[in-house]
């Protein structure tokens, strides 16, 4: 059973950072591309970031560009997100998700599988 653990979620105040991690298991990680989606309270799910599998490729959400990156290890079964100069507006649960066959980096599509999600709450 596929199985995605998000951790390093937490309060931090404008302007700090924090980097999110997805320690994936059960399935091949280096053979698949990946992605952040966030969900902030009373609202939808928002595309953050994308990944594709050796990680040379890196896609972001216009809100998050030049803030945030993402990357993977591939060794470790880990993923990334780097998150740094935070804003209120960041306050969100964070998911990682495994993109699936028919999925678009940066375009979106299906993804197949999903992590517990972290809370990330940014407030002075």
């Known amino acids: 059973q596929v199985q995605l653990v998000e951790s390093g979620g937490g309060l931090v105040q404008p302007g700090g950072s924090l980097r999110l991690s997805c320690a994936a298991s059960?399935?091949?990680?280096?053979?698949?591309?990946m992605s952040w989606v966030r969900q902030a309270p009373g609202k939808g799910l928002e595309w953050v970031s994308d990944?594709?599998?050796?990680?040379?490729?890196?896609y972001y959400a216009d809100s998050v560009k030049g803030r945030f990156t993402i990357s993977r290890d591939n060794a470790k079964n880990t993923l990334y997100l780097q998150m740094n100069s935070l804003k209120p507006e960041d306050t969100a649960v964070y998911y990682c998700a495994r993109a699936g066959s028919t999925y678009s980096l940066g375009g979106g599509g299906n993804l197949d599988a999903w992590g517990q999600g972290t809370l990330v709450t940014v407030s002075s």
């Open positions: 990944i594709n599998t050796g990680g040379g490729s890196t």
């Open positions: 059960e399935f091949t990680f280096s053979s698949y591309a």
